[in-house]
């Protein structure tokens, strides 16, 4: 058996490098005084050529991430909106997003020293400490690993009821202050590479995790795992180091398929949201950062022009719960949503804004953006504008992710009435799957029409597909969870989650009844 002093020592690496590459990215943002922040689009008509080419379309050379060389030079300021220096970039570094490799297995195969920093989100180091502590205590490998939910990033206001003795029996000091008296379980996800093996393991160790299913062994509960739902077997409910909390166990390969091609949105949409990476891995950050920037495309489609930063990072928050049942049922806070963002706000900056600033066909409009410390700014809800040119938005739908962008296509195959074998060639001249062809994403006359589409037609039928994506994996992952749980601890989630129901609805109320107030004492 590995002793934990060896495999410390072996992941300790790992964990350096990630704390290294988040505090290099944020060394090296781009300033609050880039031009970015005050771009003006080519098809909204500008003075100079400089202008015109920093708002190219989405096949330009510009980066799509914050990972992009220029993001990681020591002098970002240096970088030119010239048309020959950003000529000359794009041979050098071609967006990393068109055709990424997956098939990566160390951080210098990424496509640049600081790529994909923004994931890594700043919290107390002693209650970081603490969640990986608990990590810990699973003798089974786990290769990459978040934790994430309430309790680990609020979304309520401190000096709620409740206290530590409420959910765990003897939780670190750390995890004492953070939760401040509010006492919430945490949530986590492991990514292993072997299911049946990993299982196997933690059966051995942690049997009483496991509901009765667990006595069947591991093959069925990586049966159970893998087959149904989607691909997450959870464990709620568990006292790990005194702390309750409830962990998903996922197959790397599963969790990378849905991060870049979305056929399920149920963890990538988890990964929409602020999460705190305890362990990293190479494949999962490259399939996360194109995940996070086919989010920012699928909301910018249902955006208009203008917006806010609130409007977008609430965008984005809600796309995996679109035909979550979850959202439907008196099972979950109505206003989870907009707590998220309220509490949240500089995170999801931190995760985004980086995204943004590379984005050729976006770009923050807020003379507020140029203050120095506006990241840490809860108070600030800067403006942004999209560039609505139907090119470049056809280039947007063209560079969705591959299964979801599939369901938007025959949404539309069946609304412009394309004959089917007509539609079938096109999908096959838009395949990214073939590994001897090297593709532009750039997008058709198809694309094009879709983008053109009547906005409130158009968000319509996005909607509808981002439904059609997220409804049935998470139905049946709900109904997996009776099994997999238990029904005891089924029965006590599901009160839990009628008590957040009942909880946003009495907000809601206190909400009308002091906007009420509001109205009536300055009408009077």
């Known amino acids: 058996m590995i002793s934990a002093p060896a495999v410390c020592s072996s992941i300790a690496p790992h964990l350096n490098q990630s704390l290294l ?20 689009f080519a098809s909204a008509g500008s003075g100079s050529n400089g202008k015109k080419e920093v708002a190219a379309d989405e096949k330009s050379p510009t980066p799509s991430s914050a990972s992009s060389q220029s993001s990681g030079s020591p002098n970002p300021s240096a970088r030119s909106s010239s048309p020959s220096s950003s000529t000359s970039q794009s041979s050098a570094a071609p967006d990393w997003d068109e055709n990424p490799d997956l098939s990566i297995s160390a951080f210098s195969q990424l496509p640049s020293s600081t790529f994909g920093y923004n994931q890594h989100m700043i919290i107390n180091a002693d209650f970081k400490e603490a969640l990986r502590q608990i990590l810990w205590q699973f003798r089974a490998p786990i290769r990459y690993a978040f934790a994430y939910g309430s309790g680990v990033f609020p979304q309520t206001a401190s000096g709620s009821k409740g206290g530590p003795s409420a959910v765990h029996s003897h939780p670190s000091p750390a995890i004492q202050s953070m939760q401040k008296g509010q006492g919430k379980m945490i949530d986590f996800i492991f990514g292993v590479s072997y299911t049946q093996h990993w299982h196997s393991l933690n059966l051995q160790q942690h049997r009483d995790h496991y509901s009765a299913i667990g006595s069947l062994g591991s093959s069925l509960v990586s ?26 166990v996922v197959n790397l390969d599963t969790l990378c398929r849905d991060l870049s091609e979305w056929d399920t949105l149920y963890l990538a949409g988890r990964l929409h949201k602020p999460v705190k990476i305890l362990r990293d891995d190479p494949r999962v950050r490259l399939a996360n950062q194109i995940n996070l920037l086919s989010a920012v495309r699928t909301a910018l489609l249902l955006l208009p022009a203008d917006f806010s930063e609130q409007d977008l990072y609430g965008t984005i928050a809600g796309l995996s719960y679109l035909g979550d049942p979850r959202m439907v049922l008196p099972a979950e806070n109505p206003n989870k949503i907009a707590n998220i963002i309220k509490y949240q706000l500089p995170h999801f900056r931190r995760l985004y804004a980086p995204l943004i600033e590379n984005l050729p066909n976006v770009a923050f409009h807020d003379a507020r953006c140029s203050s120095a410390d506006w990241m840490d700014d809860s108070e600030t809800n800067a403006k942004l504008a999209q560039d609505m040119d139907p090119k470049k938005r056809g280039n947007m739908v063209r560079r969705l992710p591959r299964s979801f962008r599939s369901k938007l296509y025959y949404r539309y195959q069946s609304k412009f009435q394309i004959p089917q074998r007509e539609f079938d060639k096109m999908l096959e001249e838009s395949d990214d799957q073939d590994p001897t062809r090297v593709k532009k994403q750039q997008g058709s006359v198809f694309d094009q029409r879709v983008a053109s589409d009547k906005p409130e037609d158009l968000r319509k039928e996005v909607k509808r597909a981002i439904k059609s994506t997220v409804q049935w994996p998470s139905v049946t992952q709900s109904m997996k969870s009776i099994v997999t749980t238990g029904i005891v601890r089924s029965i006590r989630y599901v009160r839990e989650k009628i008590a957040k129901y009942r909880e946003g609805q009495k907000q809601e109320k206190e909400r009308s009844t002091s906007s009420g107030k509001s109205r009536k004492e300055n009408q009077s």
């Open 223 to 248: 049966r159970v795992q893998d087959r149904y739902g989607a691909g997450v077997y959870f464990n709620p409910y568990v006292t790990v180091n005194g702390t309750l909390i409830k962990y998903g």
């Open 21 to 40: 590459l988040a505090r290099l990215g944020w060394q090296y943002r781009l300033p609050p005084r880039h031009p970015l922040h005050q771009r003006t």
